[in-house]
């Protein structure tokens, strides 16, 4: 028995010693193994609701200790959050970003928290690089380009961008997926999932689950550079109308699943008001454009960029014509809507802009709000339930309206989590575009533009028109539809031109007065 123990011994030590010698040769980290970081998320998960369960013990709830208490909790779960998301990177990265958008949907202290992982994503070495361009193009770096930067001009949680110039003098942007990305995605996902429904179980307000599905649907899309490209492609040729818009050209000669080569693009992010002032870029003209594409894109074609987080809209001066220009960069993330729900959305906007209170639950409850229509109406638009009430098209925002709204999403995350899981899946991606953009118009100072309303009260008519018009052949109702959509339009158009003399001649009476005074 000894003997046999011996041997068995030996043997264990002998296969554990090979076992170390290969995977110090593989040179693993222990990062990608998937128990590491299961258990990483799972012991984060544990600490976080243990401290949701134990920290109100010995407070009254609704008391001023109990509210900044609280504050103090979501803090620190923040952190954790965070600090897991740069641990395990990747996948957990990405969803991470995604929470750290919905600035009017969760607690101030998770967004402002999370928001610096756009900032903190990991880097691949050189050699992991060009070992994804040898085995996706079959070519070393110096057979492809004259020119590569070895330093990335940006790196993402799932990519990183490098700059490189083409033997034919051209100038491109590279983008390199992680290596370790793909094989680990699916099981962080599978991870996401089985603690989110832990979670619930603890707490049954916590209803995350619209966020684990977005990420299962999404995830695949996002890590295929083909599909982006195609994307990219799509939206150029859709909105070519539009000369301020500048969506870099496609190398697909270059580009593989896990590699898209484009036009390489410069400019100042759209939340840099310094850059804009120093290159004499307007920055209401900047704000405007941008409401255009996207009430474009999401009104009139129902065909979504999902993703306007700042590093990813550019603005620059165009070095031919030296127009202002914005540059969209990011194809990965769509959402297309579906005809039905694209107009009911249309409507809702134009009741919420009018004031339209019966239409406003009328198409909130289309759209899957339910009795919750009051709350979905506020979420939506980052607007109080009074300027709801009256219109947000003509009822500007205040500072202590948006403390208002920000302090409801913490105190009204259980049914907001409930909102989110009724809605339409097409409806989650919206809120958190508004969101990115909203975020964009605060630091711009140009959030609730009579002008932003009036673009999007403009792409209503059309949308409303042109699906009409799909629905009958009769020349007299298709006469009857141009006539009634060109007299909504003229008349939106008479308002802004209205609202610009009003303007005008408020600024030369002012100037006026003030010239006067002096």
Same mark, same amino acid.
């Given at each position: 028995?000894?003997?046999?123990?011996?041997?068995?011994?030996?043997?264990?030590?002998?296969?554990?010693?090979?076992?170390?010698?290969?995977?110090?040769?593989?040179?693993?980290?222990?990062?990608?193994?998937?128990?590491?970081?299961?258990?990483?998320?799972?012991?984060?998960?544990?600490?976080?609701?243990?401290?949701?369960?134990?920290?109100?013990?010995?407070?009254?709830?609704?008391?001023?200790?109990?509210?900044?208490?609280?504050?103090?909790?979501?803090?620190?779960?923040?952190?954790?959050?965070?600090?897991?998301?740069?641990?395990?990177?990747?996948?957990?990265?990405?969803?991470?970003?995604?929470?750290?958008?919905?600035?009017?949907?969760?607690?101030?202290?998770?967004?402002?928290?999370?928001?610096?992982?756009?900032?903190?994503?990991?880097?691949?070495?050189?050699?992991?690089?060009?070992?994804?361009?040898?085995?996706?193009?079959?070519?070393?770096?110096?057979?492809?380009?004259? =020119?590569?930067?070895?330093?990335?001009?940006?790196?993402?949680?799932?990519?990183?961008?490098?700059?490189?110039?083409?033997?034919?003098?051209?100038?491109?942007?590279?983008?390199? /997926?992680?290596?370790?990305?793909?094989?680990?995605?699916?099981?962080?996902?599978?991870?996401?999932?089985?603690?989110?429904?832990?979670?619930?179980?603890?707490?049954?307000?916590?209803?995350?689950?619209?966020?684990?599905?977005?990420?299962?649907?999404?995830?695949?899309?996002?890590?295929? =550079?083909?599909?982006?490209?195609?994307?990219?492609?799509?939206?150029?040729?859709?909105?070519?109308?539009?000369? =301020?818009?500048?969506?870099?050209?496609?190398?697909?000669?270059?580009?593989?699943?896990?590699?898209?080569?484009?036009?390489?693009?410069?400019?100042?992010?759209?939340?840099?008001?310094?850059?804009?002032?120093?290159?004499?870029?307007?920055?209401?003209?900047?704000?405007?454009?941008?409401?255009?594409?996207?009430?474009?894109?999401?009104?009139?074609?129902?065909?979504?960029?999902?993703?306007?987080?700042?590093?990813?809209?550019?603005?620059?001066?165009?070095?031919?014509?030296?127009?202002?220009?914005?540059?969209?960069?990011?194809?990965?993330?769509?959402?297309?809507?579906?005809?039905?729900?694209?107009?009911?959305?249309?409507?809702?906007?134009?009741?919420?802009?009018?004031?339209?209170?019966?239409?406003?639950?009328?198409?909130?409850?289309?759209?899957?709000?339910?009795?919750?229509?009051?709350?979905?109406?506020?979420?939506?638009?980052?607007?109080?339930?009074?300027?709801?009430?009256?219109?947000?098209?003509?009822?500007?925002?205040?500072?202590?309206?948006?403390?208002?709204?920000?302090?409801?999403?913490?105190?009204?995350?259980?049914?907001?989590?409930?909102?989110?899981?009724?809605?339409?899946? /097409?409806?989650?991606?919206?809120?958190?575009?508004?969101?990115?953009?909203?975020?964009?118009?605060?630091?711009?100072?140009?959030?609730?533009?009579?002008?932003? =309303?009036?673009?999007?009260?403009?792409?209503?008519?059309?949308?409303?028109?042109?699906?009409?018009?799909?629905?009958?052949?009769?020349?007299?109702?298709?006469?009857?539809?141009?006539?009634?959509?060109?007299?909504?339009?003229?008349?939106?158009?008479?308002?802004?031109?209205?609202?610009?003399?009003?303007?005008?001649?408020?600024?030369?009476?002012?100037?006026?007065?003030?010239?006067?005074?002096?």
């Amino acid at each position: 028995m000894a003997g046999r123990l011996l041997k068995l011994s030996s043997l264990a030590t002998a296969v554990f010693a090979s076992s170390g010698v290969y995977l110090y040769n593989r040179q693993l980290d222990f990062n990608d193994l998937s128990l590491i970081r299961f258990g990483r998320a799972a012991a984060t998960t544990a600490v976080i609701s243990y401290d949701y369960l134990t920290a109100f013990k010995y407070v009254d709830h609704g008391t001023e200790e109990y509210w900044a208490l609280k504050s103090k909790v979501h803090r620190r779960s923040a952190e954790r959050l965070r600090d897991l998301c740069c641990a395990n990177r990747g996948t957990f990265i990405k969803v991470g970003q995604h929470l750290g958008a919905l600035d009017y949907l969760l607690p101030e202290e998770y967004t402002t928290t999370l928001k610096v992982l756009h900032s903190q994503a990991p880097q691949s070495s050189k050699e992991e690089i060009q070992q994804v361009i040898r085995e996706d193009l079959g070519k070393e770096l110096s057979e492809l380009f004259v =020119f590569f930067d070895e330093k990335p001009q940006g790196a993402a949680s799932l990519a990183q961008v490098h700059k490189a110039v083409l033997h034919d003098g051209r100038t491109v942007a590279v983008k390199v /997926q992680h290596p370790k990305v793909q094989r680990q995605s699916s099981k962080d996902i599978l991870v996401m999932e089985v603690l989110v429904r832990a979670v619930h179980w603890l707490f049954p307000d916590f209803a995350f689950m619209w966020l684990v599905e977005e990420a299962k649907k999404n995830m695949p899309l996002e890590l295929d =550079f083909l599909n982006e490209g195609h994307n990219a492609e799509t939206v150029s040729n859709m909105l070519t109308h539009f000369p =301020f818009l500048k969506v870099p050209v496609i190398h697909w000669d270059l580009s593989t699943k896990r590699i898209l080569t484009m036009e390489f693009a410069e400019g100042g992010q759209v939340n840099d008001r310094e850059y804009m002032n120093a290159h004499g870029i307007d920055v209401n003209e900047i704000s405007q454009n941008l409401g255009k594409i996207y009430s474009e894109m999401i009104f009139i074609h129902g065909f979504v960029h999902c993703d306007p987080h700042p590093g990813n809209v550019l603005v620059r001066k165009c070095p031919k014509s030296k127009k202002a220009e914005i540059v969209l960069l990011d194809h990965g993330l769509y959402q297309v809507l579906q005809p039905d729900f694209r107009m009911n959305y249309c409507r809702l906007w134009q009741a919420l802009i009018s004031g339209d209170m019966p239409g406003v639950e009328r198409y909130s409850r289309k759209l899957g709000a339910g009795d919750l229509y009051p709350l979905f109406a506020c979420v939506l638009t980052a607007r109080s339930w009074t300027a709801v009430n009256s219109g947000i098209g003509s009822v500007p925002v205040t500072p202590s309206e948006d403390v208002e709204i920000r302090t409801n999403a913490a105190l009204y995350l259980p049914q907001i989590s409930d909102l989110l899981n009724r809605v339409p899946r /097409q409806m989650l991606l919206l809120l958190k575009t508004n969101d990115l953009l909203r975020g964009i118009e605060t630091t711009l100072q140009t959030r609730a533009s009579s002008s932003s =309303f009036i673009n999007m009260s403009r792409c209503c008519i059309r949308a409303l028109a042109r699906h009409k018009r799909s629905k009958t052949r009769s020349r007299k109702e298709l006469l009857q539809i141009t006539l009634v959509e060109s007299f909504n339009l003229w008349r939106l158009g008479m308002y802004e031109l209205f609202l610009w003399l009003k303007s005008s001649l408020l600024g030369r009476g002012l100037s006026t007065l003030h010239a006067f005074l002096h």
